[in-house]
């Protein structure tokens, strides 16, 4: 029983061509919801947490948003260095995060 | 550096033999976790501490597994008689309760 997926698995984009990341869960009792960053051979980066529905998180070209069934990460105008793969994860009942499979951005120039 | 730190960061080892991973935490977080992530994957949750004490488990964390994290401070994962499907990145994190996580660069784990 899948409770994070992440959509779509892959994304090409041209660089300043906006687009949105999806993650939808289906877990109870949620208690914060994460997006990370990672890099090819790194640790995930931590960009963003977010706990109740309609709240909203900005970074660079970064929007995070959050709704009670899902959550999108808006990219807005990327740049090549935006390149990576986006890990969505949730928090419920504070045991561990739960984490989906992610979504690898490709920029190109 | 007020990173998470893991030592090593590749480790290619023989199937059967015993390989330890070390993590440094951030000093002033008090819970550690251990994820394991192979390729195209996300984390996966082993084990997680609070101070010394280790709260909970997975199901993934065979009996081949263990961790220790003595007087709430750094912490190890061992790994015995290893197998070819261990071969994964080994990640530390850590944070306060209800707080994204800082997470370590990894050890990345390859039995041959």
């Known amino acids: 029983e899948d409770q994070v997926t992440q959509s779509p698995e892959a994304l090409r984009l041209q660089e300043g061509e906006s687009s949105s990341l999806n993650c939808s869960y289906t877990?109870?009792?949620?208690?914060?919801l994460f997006w990370y960053r990672q890099d090819p051979g790194k640790g995930p980066e931590f960009l963003f947490t977010?706990?109740?529905a309609g709240e909203e998180k900005e970074k660079e070209r970064l929007k995070a948003t959050l709704t009670k069934k899902e959550s999108f990460l808006h990219i807005t105008a990327p740049k090549p260095e935006d390149s990576a793969t986006y890990l969505c994860a949730v928090n419920q009942a504070g045991t561990a995060l739960i984490f989906g499979k992610g979504t690898t951005l490709s920029v190109s120039s | 550096d007020t990173g998470v730190s893991q030592d090593p960061r590749h480790k290619i080892t023989k199937r059967g033999q015993n390989v330890t991973f070390r993590c440094d935490p951030i000093?002033?977080?008090?819970?550690l976790y251990w994820y394991r992530q192979t390729l195209g994957q996300g984390p996966e949750f082993l084990t997680y501490?609070?101070?010394?004490?280790?709260?909970?488990k997975s199901r993934l964390l065979s009996d081949r597994f263990s961790a220790e994290r003595p007087k709430g401070s750094f912490s190890t994962l061992e790994i015995q008689r290893t197998e070819q499907g261990d071969s994964a990145m080994y990640l530390c994190?850590?944070?306060?309760?209800?707080?994204?996580?800082?997470f370590g660069s990894g050890t990345r784990l390859t039995v041959v």
């Open positions: 994190a850590s944070g306060r309760q209800d707080y994204g996580y800082t």
């Open positions: 000093s002033e977080h008090n819970r």
């Open positions: 977010l706990y109740s």
């Open positions: 501490f609070q101070n010394e004490a280790q709260l909970e």
């Open positions: 877990v109870s009792g949620l208690r914060g």
